[in-house]
């Protein structure tokens, strides 16, 4: 079945403990994304990448890391996590000329 | 610069009415647009979407949009309101060329309660 898929789905950590928010879809697909939800706000891009080892930054990429060093895989990481990350967390993928595929969500809350 | 605005952050309605959501746009270039839906607790479902062929775009489950340069509009309607309808919608401009760059703008959403 093709999917994205997120791990954990949900995580209560605190202020200052590095985290890794694991993204991985089984489409080939070369576009791969982040995106936090917050209530009015809709979803905003965090970062995104283009293929293997190419990323770039989003509309709110402050305090946070991503990389890509294989296709399959995006992992989110948050070195040093502040309450005003707490979200909801969604990864994407897509092919050129294809429309995005989201996975189910990391709900994220930082104490 | 490319932004969305969903004019209605929540939209009541009663079940077998009809159903719109409003949604205007501002971009760049010529503009991809979609609608996706997000059920309580769950991802988001992509609804249909506009890439520069027809101006009216049928998508699932009934829903359809019709894009309007002019109007710099791409509302979301539909007939007949079912309870599965709802949910929270959001409207998607991409303005990047669609098939060559990866940056979507969300709007703030709008949340639909269906009575019976």
């Known amino acids: 079945e093709a999917q994205v898929t997120q791990n954990p789905r949900y995580l209560i950590t605190v202020t200052g403990k590095k985290l890794t928010v694991t993204c991985s879809q089984n489409?080939?697909?070369?576009?791969m994304s982040w995106y936090r939800q917050d209530p009015g706000l809709g979803l905003r891009q965090i970062y995104y990448s283009m293929n293997v080892e190419v990323t770039d930054k989003g509309d709110v990429p402050e305090g946070y890391k991503v990389s890509r060093k294989e296709k399959r895989n995006f992992p989110l990481i948050l070195e040093s996590p502040s309450p005003n990350q707490t979200s909801l967390y969604f990864c994407?993928?897509?092919?050129?000329?294809?429309?995005?595929?989201f996975g189910p969500g990391t709900r994220l809350t930082v104490t | 610069a490319q932004s969305v605005t969903q004019l209605d952050s929540h939209v009541s309605v009663s079940e077998g009415t009809p159903v719109l959501l409003r949604c205007n746009y501002s971009s760049s270039y010529s503009p991809s647009l979609f609608w996706y839906v997000q059920h309580p607790n769950k991802g988001l479902q992509l609804l249909l979407k506009y890439t520069s062929a027809a101006t009216l775009v049928k998508g699932i489950n009934g829903f359809e949009a019709e894009f309007k340069k002019s109007e710099t509009s791409f509302h979301l309607t539909k007939p007949s309101a079912h309870m599965s309808d709802a949910a929270e919608y959001f409207c998607?401009?991409?303005?990047?060329?669609?098939?060559?760059?990866?940056?979507?703008?969300f709007g703030g959403g709008t949340r639909v309660l269906v009575k019976p």
């Open positions: 994407a993928s897509r092919r050129i000329g294809v429309e995005q595929y």
């Open positions: 998607v401009v991409s303005d990047r060329g669609w098939a060559a760059g990866n940056k979507l703008t």
């Open positions: 489409m080939n697909h070369e576009y």
